[in-house]
């Protein structure tokens, strides 16, 4: 199996803050890995690092092949990055952008112009082209952003949480476009604080927390961490959650959990189908009167919730921001 990127103990520190504590990384060629974590848990500093953007305290890395540290001249014309937010020149139009980046590339002006005008037309900018990129809609701006990454054909793509602020139908867009680039041949890793994302394009996902790889495996994998299915009953009278619950735990052998206002009652189901079946009959036979009766599969958002105790990766401990402020100014100095 070729690895396109492999990573073993990266460190990292600022100051008194340890950024990374020891993330090792395997990403095979031709496939996504989603990075997920909340904020300040140290996917910005990975990626800055995979990137040659920082050097690690300790560790190592390679991608495409090449050492990170030793051989960063030839990781970066292997690579393409997209940050959290547009790096496009607002002054310049469109194809102005692609046109000086394909130049900076080292591209003759008219292989430039055409590399431009390739990506104008697969991003669907063609009829924004002559506007400045100042006039662009966020959505965009984006599309553009990932053109710009995209003009010296890397074979490795580094996407630090590129749909952040996007609205959900620019979002969907950029996926599809993502979805393109892997299905020619690009790996990958994709970091997110949008759980669905890493469900709809990930092969793979690792969460980090706190500066360590904590769980990794597909979504699926994942999601088994936090037990299999669960019935969500919801109830037209709170007044009759003890009856409710009292049912269901007759019926399913587990303890029921009510949410904050007692209209909704959860428990896992360890049988699936006959679970079901004797959960109804015994809530019918008890007079409780249902609202919603549903079963979910578990989501990435209750994988945060066990991994971290956070309820989704946008749900960082407060405490925590200050120190992810001076991460971030931190790599900005050194880049």
């Known amino acids: 199996m070729e690895l396109a990127i492999q990573a073993e103990g990266l460190r990292k520190r600022y100051g008194d803050h340890e950024a990374l504590r020891g993330v090792d ?14 904020n300040g848990a140290g996917k910005t500093t990975t990626v800055r690092i995979l990137a040659t953007l920082l050097e690690p305290d300790a560790g190592s890395a390679r991608v495409a092949g090449y050492d990170v540290v ?46 431009a005008a390739e990506l104008l037309e697969r991003f669907r900018l063609t009829d924004a082209a002559g506007r400045t990129a100042g006039t662009y809609s966020g959505g965009m701006r984006r599309r553009l952003d990932l053109a710009v990454s995209l003009v010296a054909r890397p074979s490795v793509l580094f ?15 950029l996926w599809a476009m993502i979805r393109e680039q892997v299905a020619s041949g690009v790996t990958v890793l994709l970091t997110t604080q949008y759980l669905e994302e890493a469900d709809q394009l990930a092969d793979r996902n690792v969460v980090i927390d706190s500066g360590r790889v904590i769980a990794e495996g597909t979504s699926d994998e994942l999601k088994r961490k936090v037990g299999g299915e669960r019935l969500e009953v919801g109830l037209a009278d709170p007044e009759q959650r003890a009856a409710a619950a009292a049912a269901l735990s007759r019926a399913v052998g587990a303890v029921p959990v009510a949410d904050d206002d007692g209209r909704v009652l959860r428990v896992q189901l360890a049988t699936g189908l006959d679970d079901i079946a004797e959960a109804a009959a015994a809530l019918r036979a008890s007079g409780v009167a249902v609202s919603d009766f549903a079963v979910r599969r578990p989501s990435l958002d209750d994988v945060f919730l066990s991994l971290t105790g956070r309820s989704d990766a946008t749900a960082a401990d407060p405490a925590a921001a200050p120190a992810d402020a001076r991460t971030r100014e931190t790599e900005r100095s050194a880049a």
């Open 25 to 38: 990384l395997a990403v095979p060629a031709g496939t996504v890995l989603g990075v997920l974590g909340p």
């Open 70 to 115: 030793r051989e960063r001249k030839e990781v970066q014309r292997a690579i393409g990055l997209t940050g959290q937010y547009a790096a496009v020149d607002e002054q310049l139009t469109g194809a102005e952008n692609l046109r000086m980046v394909g130049m900076l590339q080292r591209l003759s002006r008219p292989a430039a112009k055409r590399r």
């Open 159 to 173: 996407l630090d949480e590129p749909t952040t602020g996007l609205d959900p139908a620019s979002r969907l867009d």
